[in-house]
């Protein structure tokens, strides 16, 4: 087994190209996220003795040319090769090449866009030999076993691939129940990455992301892991394994900052909040934390956060309507949005609000209602963003079915330099419309001169504060004077 090779491949696009977040692409903070779910199951083909590489081109803006110079030098038998919606034509293109170079080599498409649309995936082109559906972990290490005994993946769960011209799906695998099973993932992001190469905002910086549960309960519109690779049944690490990744990082990490939880919902239970912050405090484990959150946290809960090292919370409002709000399942009510933020004000968190329009039913009135939400809860930092809609998700289902999606070709969900852009339209508002009315509230929300005090205190005050705002000012900065580059 030490002698079959498995590499797991981010593939080169742009430079700074976040694949693994929700919406992936080159983002106006300078937002880049750890391939997350490649190097975890990276870290499980190794603890079953497989000879890993790791290679995560956009964010050590590694050439097409270098990844195909190590791959040739590493020799894989087996190639899994990370995707997005926005990137597709670009990494089956790149499984041209890698196929060329190592022709032996079996090439394998893992993600979100794969798993909602694995038969058009696979008819991409001949170099793509299989797709794996949903969460991929187990699908790897079975299908190199399988490979290993030159077996076709017939029996591996999960796989859809091509045979005599014929698209064949095996079997659904059904999602890890135990994940404390999993190695951590922390100790392949040492061996393989370079921490300081990520940055969220809204975390400290350098930071190590983890995460501590798979599946959503919550049924939002748009959200695509859970409606495409992890489901909607929540599991969860158990509380003490958590605390030893912690410590992990902590020890051999000296110079991370942060730790970011970048479950769906951390704060699914308020009582395991409330035990991993008693366990941190416990520990005596001494370093920054952020997590995503619902707008239903209590203060008890998030004074007890903070008093463990919680920082920052990531928290979709995403709309000052309700009518929205409740068409896109949020299951939230705006009172609640307003009570969350004067509780996490008393606890001493910041918080990132997350905001956005184009849902159905939107019209210019609703989005003035959430640009007032957004100034009356003022956190301490705001994205607002037209709705990012991907295969397998209701929300594509909703605009697809009634003509509101401007294009079919995914390359566009891009804008030329990569960023966001916005490929829907409403029953009353254009792409456009949509746009422009986010780089608005951008300014409006930024340039308030309350606003600007307030972040300038915070800069001149906290060295930490400090550090991260202007990383992220660097790049955001220019898009708040410029606007978006709308492209469709």
Not at 100 to 128: K, R, W, Y
Not at 241 to 256: G, K, T
Request: proline share 5%; net charge neutral; glycine share 4%.
């Amino acid at each position: 087994m030490k002698k079959f090779r498995i590499s797991f491949l981010n593939p080169p696009y742009l430079e700074k190209f976040s694949r693994s977040q929700r919406s992936p692409a080159v983002t106006k903070s300078g937002t880049l996220y750890f391939p997350m779910w490649l190097a975890a199951a990276c870290a499980l083909a190794d603890r079953e003795g497989f000879v890993v590489d790791l290679i995560d081109a956009p964010a050590a803006g590694t050439s097409r040319q270098d990844v195909l110079m190590r791959l040739k030098h590493f020799v894989p038998a087996l190639i899994i090769v990370d995707t997005s919606t926005p990137s597709i034509h670009n990494d089956s293109e790149f499984c041209k090449e890698i196929k060329a170079a190592l022709p032996n080599s079996f090439i394998i498409l893992v993600g979100t866009h794969v798993s909602a649309m694995p038969e058009q995936c696979l008819n991409l082109n001949d170099s793509i030999d299989a797709v794996a559906i949903g969460e991929y972990d187990n699908t790897i290490v079975e299908l190199a076993k399988a490979l290993m005994e030159y077996q076709t993946p017939f029996n591996v769960p999960g796989v859809a691939y091509r045979h005599k011209e014929k698209f064949i799906f095996t079997t659904c695998r059904q999602p890890l129940e135990d994940l404390d099973s999993l190695p951590h993932v922390s100790p392949i992001y040492k061996r393989f990455l370079n921490i300081e190469h990520y940055f969220n905002p809204n975390a400290l910086y350098p930071m190590v992301t983890i995460t501590t549960t798979r599946g959503c309960p919550h049924e939002c519109v748009f959200c695509v892991y859970p409606q495409t690779v992890m489901g909607h049944r929540l599991r969860i690490r158990s509380v003490s394994n958590v605390l030893d990744e912690m410590q992990y990082i902590v020890e051999n990490f000296p110079d991370a900052r942060a730790v970011f939880f970048e479950d769906d919902t951390f704060t699914i239970s308020k009582k395991r909040c409330v035990e991993i912050s008693e366990g941190i405090i416990k520990r005596g484990i001494n370093i920054s934390w952020t997590a995503n959150a619902r707008a239903t946290l209590d203060y008890e809960t998030m004074r007890r956060m903070k008093e463990a090292g919680c920082r920052c919370l990531c928290v979709g409002f995403e709309s000052g309507s309700q009518e929205l709000l409740d068409n896109m399942k949020k299951k939230i009510t705006v009172e609640q949005s307003e009570a969350f933020m004067e509780d996490a004000r008393r606890a001493g968190i910041l918080v990132h609000g997350c905001f956005m329009v184009g849902f159905p039913g939107e019209t210019k009135k609703t989005m003035n209602e959430t640009l007032a939400l957004a100034k009356k809860l003022n956190p301490d930092t705001v994205q607002f963003y037209p709705m990012m809609i991907y295969p397998g998700t209701e929300a594509f289902k909703w605009f697809d079915e009634r003509g509101y999606i401007t294009t079919d070709d995914f390359s566009k969900w891009l804008t030329p330099a990569g960023l966001h852009n916005t490929v829907i339209r409403t029953e009353s508002l254009t792409s456009v419309e949509l746009v422009r009315f986010c780089d608005n509230a951008r300014r409006q929300f930024y340039l308030r001169p309350d606003y600007m005090f307030y972040k300038l205190r915070q800069v001149l005050n906290d060295p930490e504060e400090r550090k991260r705002t202007v990383k992220s000012a660097r790049t955001f900065i220019k898009y708040l004077i410029k606007g978006s580059d709308i492209s469709n």
